[in-house]
């Protein structure tokens, strides 16, 4: 099966930091894939590169066959790439509709000046970017709590919500970075519940995750970073045991220590 989404040799460097080096990863259509790694792994980056926000160093991204290294976020989204953000970034004064109304506007086609003249054209597109987003919600379970302010939400259902607004986009691939962060055990079950619902309605799913548990419960295909290089790959049973990856998250003197 060919890759959705193949990243070859992709180096991002900083001055003398090398935050991703020389990194190769297919991402397989249909699965749940993991990137993991101590802080400062160069996770964030990784999806920085792929969601066109950094243009790598050198490297090269291809995305369903076609080559998207150079291109801008807001044309990678257009692709059919989309992504949350490790950091929570709402709009905390507009409506939970509104907030996911901003992830399919990427979609609607009238323009500014259309928006502006509320042409028919930009009330239709109005009207389908409402009722893309109430359906979105629908799926993440919220479209009760539509007409409500995001800023009221706890916090599980606001990291819910940015999910539901990079869903609205219809991507093929979602990039959750570190979605279940924060969230107590109920909450995370939770994501992990609408994680497999998302795979289930055929979209590719790569996340970066920290909570060991969480990842080898919902993973397919787990890759290892360290000081911004691969260091594993495999299914999680295997990735999560291996002695270079398990050295990477405790330490050196900690493992001398143990054996
Ligand atoms: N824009 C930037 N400028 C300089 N250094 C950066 C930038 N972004 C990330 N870094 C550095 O790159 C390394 C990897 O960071 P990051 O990708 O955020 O790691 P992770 O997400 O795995 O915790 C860190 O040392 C970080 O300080
Ligand atoms: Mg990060």
Do not use: W
């Amino acid at each position: 099966m060919a890759a959705l989404l193949k990243a070859s040799n992709i180096t991002m460097q900083f001055g003398g930091l090398k935050a991703v080096d020389n990194v190769d990863m297919e991402i397989q259509p249909g699965e749940i894939h993991a990137l993991i790694g101590p802080n400062g792994a160069g996770k964030t980056t990784f999806f920085n590169v792929v969601s066109g926000i950094y243009s790598p160093t050198s490297g090269s991204v291809i995305f369903d066959g076609e080559e998207i290294t150079k291109l801008k976020a807001y044309q990678v989204t257009a692709k059919g790439i989309t992504r949350t953000f490790q950091n929570i970034l709402l709009f905390e004064n507009m409506s939970i509709v509104e907030n996911v109304m901003v992830g399919g506007h990427t979609r609607t086609d009238s323009g500014l000046v259309g928006s502006l003249l509320r042409t028919g054209k930009s009330r239709r597109a109005e009207r389908e970017c409402y009722e893309n987003a109430m359906k979105t919600l629908a799926f993440v379970g919220m479209e009760e709590l539509a007409d409500q302010s995001a800023s009221g939400l706890p916090y599980g259902k606001k990291r819910i919500l940015e999910i539901a607004r990079a869903l609205a986009s219809h991507p093929k691939i979602i990039m959750l970075d570190e979605p279940a962060a924060g969230m107590n055990s109920t909450e995370s079950e939770e994501l992990s519940r609408i994680i497999f619902k998302i795979r289930d309605a055929g979209i590719t799913v790569l996340l970066v995750e920290h909570d060991m548990k969480f990842v080898a419960g919902i993973s397919d295909m787990v890759t290892v970073l360290d000081h911004g290089q691969k260091i594993c790959e495999g299914v999680p049973q295997m990735a999560l045991n291996g002695p270079r990856v398990i050295e990477a998250y405790l330490g050196k003197e900690e493992e001398e220590e143990e054996a």
